[in-house]
């Protein structure tokens, strides 16, 4: 019974009592039709579905929905850290896209050199090169392939339950029971 109770719990397809009562309680003609479209035109994951409202604003800590009603951002992802717009992150990321949005890896530039020069500075001498990924969950697919290739091993020690992304290889290692469901382990 357990395992059930945790495949209906809020990170996974969540069909939850208290999801049909926030549903219910949303009452904005605007807010269901947008839902019901996200739901038409996506295919949803495991650990976000269905979505909770429409947001058309984040600035700071604060995301803002169609209403105007301002929540808090707990969530953690990404660079919420440092809030939503951050100016100097915004500065950074305008100067960039206006001067090189984009540099091929068979390619260099100063920004890429600067950024590794100093994630290694702050690494022990034995780890003084960095590869850049595009998210956390590419991040792990490679750290296997690269730890592979080091030790020659092909078993990893992983933690039951933890989520290191969504990708095959990454929900592998996490023992998730809302992915354990999905691919039939």
């Not at 019901?36 to 984040?58: G, I, K, N, W």
């Not at 590794?116 to 090169?129: F, N, Q």
Request: glycine share 8%.
């Amino acid at each position: 019974m357990a395992m059930v109770e945790s495949l209906n719990s809020e990170g996974d397809i969540n069909s939850t009592e208290e999801r049909v009562r926030w549903q219910a309680a949303l009452d904005h003609q605007e807010t269901q039709k947008l839902l019901d479209e996200d739901a038409r035109y996506f295919l949803h994951q495991s650990m976000s579905t269905p979505c909770l409202d429409v947001l058309t604003r984040a600035e700071g800590i604060y995301i803002e929905d169609i209403r105007g009603r301002r929540y808090m951002d707990f969530h953690g992802n990404n660079v919420h850290q440092l809030g939503y717009g951050h100016p100097v992150v915004v500065k950074r990321v305008r100067d960039q896209l206006d001067t090189l949005p984009f540099s091929p890896r068979r390619f260099t530039n100063p920004v890429a050199i600067e950024c590794a020069r100093k994630l290694a500075s702050l690494c022990p001498d034995d780890l003084s090169r960095v590869l850049f990924a595009p998210g956390g969950t590419s991040v792990i697919g490679m750290a296997l392939k690269l730890a592979r290739q080091v030790t020659g091993n092909h078993k990893v020690v992983s933690l039951w339950d933890s989520f290191h992304g969504a990708s095959l290889d990454a929900i592998v290692w996490g023992g998730r029971l809302a992915f354990e469901r999905v691919w039939g382990r």
